[in-house]
């Protein structure tokens, strides 16, 4: 494919603690890590696409100014941002491995409309819905 | 003196840090997880790491409601999904999600919504197909109720304005 959506940025409040957690917990691998002049340039993928990048990004002074780096940290804590969606194959197995390794649940697998989903959040704030689609199967 | 954070515009809203914010974000999660519990101030205090005294403050100044009215306007939303998504008798839903009698559950969520619990659910139910296509609980949160104000003092303000309306003569 060669026209979609190749990067969507998340703001993170600490990038070593998003990239411990995103790969580290999660299973994502690291796409592209690279410093320039004080600015990290950080993006993730899930292992089975290849095709899209999740950027784990600090809103950061200059290329904010510091009241609205104050304003996105708290919008952040206080899970304010659009949901997250990962698609996973079985969600009550993937909640019993993950809460293994420590990722913090909000919700455990709930069964609604025929579809199990759980709810987890990195440690910025960010809120994930972990779905299993009955769509996904045959 | 002027304080520091005022200017023209009136006084800066007030800064909270991210770290305290985080911790009071996991205390709204622990009550969106279980909205039917009771949460006490000591319990959500003990979550969030900050002291009793200080925590209804904090909480309200990060999500612009009380922490008990934050909770009661989950319990509505979720009575309100079990009325639509369900067929259990309304007494199961008020024990459900975390009121201990039916009269209790009753006037709260009329008061609150402006509507019977029975009423709600036969308007629901109608409009339940077109949700569908949605994460379940995002079109839930969506219709999560506003409540800007007390149940108590929007119950004084609708009495009031019973008693001066014109149009209803005031029987004694």
Known sequence: MSQGVGVVGLYVRDQDEALEFYVGKLGFRVHTDVNGGGYRWLTVQHPEQPSFQLGLFKPQEPLLDAATVQAVREIVAKGAMPPLILDVADCRAAYEQLSARGVEFTQPPEERYGNVDANFRDPSGNGWKMIESRRGKH | ?172
């Not at chain 2, 996991?26 to 006490?40: I, L, N, T, V, Y």
């Not at chain 2, 109608?126 to 409540?147: Q, V, W």
Request: net charge positive; with cysteine.
């Open chain 2, 1 to 172: 003196m002027k304080h520091a954070n005022d200017d023209i515009n009136g006084p800066a809203r007030s800064r909270q840090d991210p770290d305290l914010l985080r911790r009071l974000l996991r205390a709204k999660d622990r009550m969106d997880a279980a909205s039917h519990e009771d949460w006490s101030v000591a319990r959500l205090a003990q979550v969030s790491h900050v002291s009793e005294a200080h925590f209804a403050r904090c909480f309200k100044d990060a999500f612009g409601v009380p922490p008990h009215r934050y909770l009661l306007t989950r319990r509505i939303e979720r009575a309100r999904a079990l009325l639509r998504d369900t067929d259990l008798p309304i007494l199961d839903i008020a024990l459900r999600t975390g009121w201990n009698s039916l009269g209790t559950f009753g006037r709260t969520f009329r008061d609150i919504t402006g509507e019977s619990p029975g009423g709600m659910r036969v308007r629901e139910q109608a409009a339940r197909e077109a949700a569908r296509r949605m994460p379940a609980c995002y079109a839930s949160a969506a219709h999560r109720p506003a409540l800007t104000i007390a149940v108590s003092e929007k119950r004084r303000r609708e009495a009031d304005a019973t008693k001066t309306a014109p149009s209803k003569p005031e029987v004694t």
